[in-house]
């Protein structure tokens, strides 16, 4: 079975505060993903990563810096909050098929 | 602007009933899959269609594809109140995956 497993599920951050959401995935899959999610705008894709070392700009990439130092691990990092970035953020891997994603970690920032 | 979207907000449904999410996308596809999303959870994939087939089925699911109106639709038979969730239509572009917004699905008993 596929698995994502994000940290933490929760979150409250201070405004200028930096925030770190973790990833960690076992599917031995190259690509990973991380999407936000918010209210009248889906899901949208902020960075993604071919692989250990790698990270890419997705459609919203402002404000977030993405970090994969291994296969299975990718981070998305916030260096200085706003409360504009509350939202629920999902990790995903998947190859050429289906995405595998998290259960999502709610964020808000204050 | 959307390269996929549902094409309504939301649908109710009583149990055993079936339900349809339609979904229209933008630009030419090799393969369109739809997701499940229940609530605290992410998104799950239900089926993937692939551009030369025009249906498939997975249990109480079919979905269907027409690429020449560059739509598709999911159906739910005999619907259960656990398929109350958020269903997304997905396609693939250079970046990944793009989803729509979604269609809310409620099953009632």
Known sequence: EAAVTQSPRNKVAVTGGKVTLSCNQTNNHNNMYWYRQDTGHGLRLIHYSYGAGSTEK???????????PSQENFSLILELATPSQTSV???????????????????SVL | SQLAEENSWALSVH????????CSYKTSITAL?????????????????????????????????????????????????????????????????????????????
């Open chain 1, 58 to 68: 997705g459609d919203i990439p402002d404000g977030y810096k993405a970090s994969r």
């Open chain 1, 89 to 107: 953020y999902f990790c995903a891997s998947g190859d050429a098929g289906p995405l595998y994603f998290g259960a999502g970690t709610r964020l």
């Open chain 2, 15 to 22: 149990e055993g009933e079936s339900v349809t999410v339609n």
């Open chain 2, 33 to 109: 899959q739809w997701y499940r999303q229940k609530s605290g959870k992410g998104p799950a994939q239900l089926i993937l269609i692939r551009s030369n087939e025009r249906e498939k089925r997975n249990g109480r699911l079919r979905a269907t594809l027409d690429t020449s109106s560059q739509s598709s639709s999911l159906s739910i038979t005999a619907t259960r109140c656990e398929d109350t969730a958020v269903y997304f239509c997905a396609t693939t572009y250079a970046q990944g995956l793009t989803f729509g917004l979604g269609t809310r699905v409620s099953v009632f008993p």
